[in-house]
């Protein structure tokens, strides 16, 4: 009875928020496509998040039943209030042919890769630490009566749970749960982003190259890397990460002409990956410099693209802007990994880097990837040699987002080796599906259109090329 | 008006390039279900027995170090039975192959309800309730009330 009663409220609090990312992307019609729904739902949660915050941070209690009927409210709200804006384009690319067998054959197996990935996860019988010390603690204990308490952070004991984390996913959790996530809600919203992860990276592949078979096969790919395999990952920030960075991407990819979602909904979209962990500020920075490239690079008048730009930027900066705020005068400060003399550390380490550069090449080459960042250098290899610039872009933003987090270690408080092996085969588990997104973005012409022949391939819009038009192989203007 | 295009991607060499590209295109994509096929049957193979399979990468860390003294945590979480909810415990660690840092962490997974001060060798200088772990399996709950 509770098992089932843990499901609906799960099934309710996802399907609300993916309502209420409904009503803002302004999809046309009732498809159910799920990679759509899986965008809508990054969506939802980047809109009812931050507000559902704010609430709680003014004094409001949110119980289960403000919350579902807040969201119900919110649903309603924004699809009328955006009634009179013409709802954007259908989410559509031309298909390639495949024949209908590769098709199911391909959905199948990506879908026993899911299902075998959702029945470790039921089987495993303990929570990792830091799901138990700091992100499953601070989602049971930080809201008693349904209001949001923050002096128990404060306790010296639990500096163990670094206060100082953003705070977006406990109540993302409590949003998607309605309420105190028992254990096993825990593992369904586990499932549910990981769910979210995999259709939006296959969303992202065939808006990008219109196959049905490379999108399942990616998707597959996706479910047998560390992220879904390792189940350490239960019930830590990483997953819900992967699943709003990649998720923005998509959307990124889904504002290319004709637009299929408004740009302010992808805005808030990549502003809400920085509420998620302190690793998202660096993706949220990166997903907006490659959405003012793919604006920038797309078939648009000047002043169409300065006004897309804006669209995109603003709401990212104000979601990102707010969470910033917000963490920083409600939470205490907690001590960063640059706490001491981090100059000092980092020069003395600067000076022989190669034991950084060894474990981290340690972490990246171990055979639990399977050779996933060896195929990824290859990729970037090839893209960067036949000029795919959307490949290179997203791949680079993910080699960016490594980087940023290998500098950490060079500064970092505590023994680089020991810190690389505690932390960094999971930051970059959290990168694999923008990483496989980039790699489909590779692969985006190759696929031959129907009713177009070999030769009608388009280009990255999607769009017909007009003719004439120089789709030669120079970088864009960014 | 639309303004200049800005090329993102280049068109395909020829028909030729193209058809090659494509049938690369394809193989790649059979290789690649073929991996997702193999790889989802083990390992679905292996959660077909009645251990689930944790040697991923941080599994291998952390199940090893958490799970070192299968026998303690049950232990413990049999003495909870004998704790109120909120009451703070020390640990008395008497079982010299046990480490204490190791009970003090474990122990908060074994006694969520109560407030786990902290384990150590000796008894805890305070007057608290104790649960005193001692070698071959034994543990018994000193109440700080009696």
Redesign the interface.
């Known amino acids: 009875m509770t098992d089932s009663l843990d499901l609906l409220r799960l099934l309710t609090g996802a399907g609300l928020l993916i309502l209420i990312g409904r009503a803002a992307t302004r999809r046309v019609g009732f498809r159910l496509a799920p990679g759509e729904l899986a965008l809508d739902g990054a969506v939802g949660l980047s809109l009812a998040v931050p507000v559902a915050f704010g609430c709680l941070a003014l004094g409001v209690p949110l119980p289960p039943r403000v919350i579902a009927g807040a969201e119900a409210f919110s649903a309603v709200f924004l699809f009328l209030a955006l009634s009179r804006q013409r709802p954007p384009a259908e989410s559509h690319r031309a298909p390639v042919s495949e024949q209908r067998g590769l098709r199911s ?2 959905a199948l ?2 879908a ?2 899911f299902a ?1 990935c959702v ?2 996860w039921a ?7 830091d799901h ?2 700091i992100w499953g603690m601070k989602a049971r204990k930080l809201f008693p009566f349904s209001s949001l308490d923050l002096e128990i952070l404060r306790l010296p004991a639990l500096t163990v749970s670094n206060p100082q984390y953003p705070l977006g996913l406990p109540v993302a959790w409590r949003l998607l749960t309605l309420g105190e996530p028992s254990a096993r809600a825990f593992r369904g919203a586990h499932a549910l982003f990981g769910l979210g992860a995999l259709l939006a990276l296959r969303q992202g592949v065939r808006r990008a190259t219109g ?1 049905d ?2 999108a ?3 998707s ?2 996706l ?2 890397s ?1 992220l879904f ?5 239960l019930g830590l920030a990483e997953m819900p990460l992967a699943f709003l960075a990649v998720a923005a991407a998509a959307l990124l990819l889904e504002l290319r002409h004709p637009p299929a979602v408004p740009a302010w909904a992808a805005g808030a979209a990549i502003g809400f990956v920085s509420w998620i962990k302190q690793e998202g500020v660096v993706l949220t920075g990166l997903l907006l410099l490659l959405g003012a490239v793919v604006v ?7 002043p ?2 300065r006004r897309l730009v804006a669209a995109l930027v603003l709401p990212a900066v104000v979601v990102a802007g707010a969470g910033w705020w917000l963490d920083r005068v409600l939470l205490p400060r907690g001590f960063g990994f640059f706490v001491g003399n981090w100059r000092e550390r980092g020069l003395a380490r600067l000076h022989d880097p190669l034991p950084i550069v060894r474990a981290l090449a340690r972490e990246l080459l ?1 055979t ?1 990837w ?1 050779g996933f960042w060896i195929v990824m250098s290859i990729v970037f290899a090839v893209a960067l040699l ?5 490949a290179v872009f997203v791949l680079s933003a993910v080699a960016a987002d490594l980087a940023a987090f290998a500098s950490v270690y060079v500064f970092t408080y505590l023994d680089p080796a020991e810190h690389i ?2 932390s960094f ?2 930051i970059a588990a959290a990168t694999v599906p923008l990483a496989l997104l980039g790699s489909a973005l590779l ?6 259109r129907e009713g177009a022949g ?2 009608g ?1 388009r ?3 999607g769009a017909p ?2 003719p004439g ?6 970088p ?2 960014a | 008006m639309n303004g200049p295009v800005v090329p993102l991607c280049s068109a395909p060499n020829g028909n030729g390039g193209n058809l090659a590209q494509e049938r690369l295109s394809l193989w790649l994509t059979a290789a690649l279900l073929a991996v997702v096929a193999a790889a989802t049957a083990a390992r679905g193979a292996r959660l077909l027995r009645p251990e689930v399979p944790l040697d991923a990468h941080g599994e291998r860390a952390w199940f090893s170090w958490a799970m070192r003294s299968p026998t303690a945590v049950p232990l413990l979480a049999r003495a909870a039975g004998e704790l109120r909810p909120g009451e703070a415990v020390w640990i008395s660690v008497l079982d010299p192959d046990l480490d204490p840092n190791w009970v003090r962490v474990m122990a908060t997974y074994a006694l969520p309800r109560q407030c786990v001060i902290g384990a150590g060798r000796a008894p805890f200088p305070l007057h608290l309730s104790r649960v005193e772990l001692g070698p071959g399996a034994h543990v018994r709950v000193v109440r700080r009330d009696g």
């Open positions: 054959l391909s197996l990506s026993a890769a075998v029945w470790k089987r495993v019988p303990l929570w990792s630490w138990y010390a196959s078979v490379l399942n096969a990616l597959g790919v479910c047998l560390p395999w390792d189940s350490e990952a920038v690079g797309s078939r648009r008048s000047p169409d693209r171990s639990d399977l036949r000029r795919r610039w959307p092996a505690s085969f999971r692969a985006e012409r190759c696929a031959p070999s030769g391939m280009a990255s819009s090329a007009s038009s120089p789709r030669s192989s120079a864009p203007r």
